[in-house]
């Protein structure tokens, strides 16, 4: 298979087609192989718009989820990003690309070790990875401008918007098993806004 030709199509036909503008998160996703963060059975499948399992009754996103949770974080070269569920470290390796540090926390070791070593294959090394229940965030090297979780939560952990910069903003599924809403809840001062971006799907998040 020719997969730089496969990510192109994803690009042009997933996200470009579905609303996905940032420049920035489309070369993103246009270079990195996706391929190399599935098992080798679904290799084949790593460019087609679903998610896929991983592992540990885990999955990876679908490639328009990773780009649209990546588009609305609005990030930077500065930005300082909390991400909770590294999972098969997929969406780890797009917000390396677009932010300055990322720190992703991994209640399952096995899909840690084996994210750290496709990311450190890659030659990504602007990320920092915890052990540990995400529901807790991960607050020594807190604040986060951007905080992004992985997995469904039924309601917002407050440790987690406890870990916001002044102006920061997170980023989550948030709902039961079978209907979840992607909110993005921005801090400004003491006050907090959310925005809602249609229903999605994710594996619930296992913590406090």
């Known amino acids: 298979m020719d997969w730089a030709q496969a990510r192109e199509r994803m690009v042009v036909e997933q996200l470009q087609r579905r609303g996905i503008h940032d420049r920035r998160v489309l070369q993103a996703m246009a270079r990195t192989p996706r391929d190399r963060f599935v098992a080798p059975q679904y290799a084949e499948r790593a460019y087609e718009d679903n998610p896929l399992p991983i592992g540990a009754q885990q999955t990876i996103s679908q490639p328009y989820m990773v780009a649209l949770m990546s588009e609305i974080a609005e990030l930077d070269e500065n930005s300082k990003v909390l991400e909770i569920g590294t999972g098969s470290g997929y969406q780890t390796a797009i917000l390396a690309q677009l932010a300055g540090q990322v720190y992703s926390v991994e209640r399952l070791a096995q899909l840690q ?14 990320c920092h990875f915890r052990l540990g229940d995400g529901s807790e965030g991960w607050p020594e090297p807190a604040p986060f401008d951007v905080i992004i979780v992985t997995a469904a939560m039924s309601s917002i952990a407050r440790p987690l918007l406890s870990q916001l910069s002044p102006e920061g903003c997170l980023i989550a599924p948030v709902g039961e098993e079978e209907l979840q809403t992607l909110v993005r809840v921005e801090r400004d001062g003491e006050r907090w806004r959310e925005e809602y971006f249609g229903e999605c799907r994710f594996v619930p998040l296992v913590g406090k």
């Open 113 to 126: 070790s084996r994210a750290i070593a496709t990311l450190s294959e890659m030659g990504i090394s602007n």
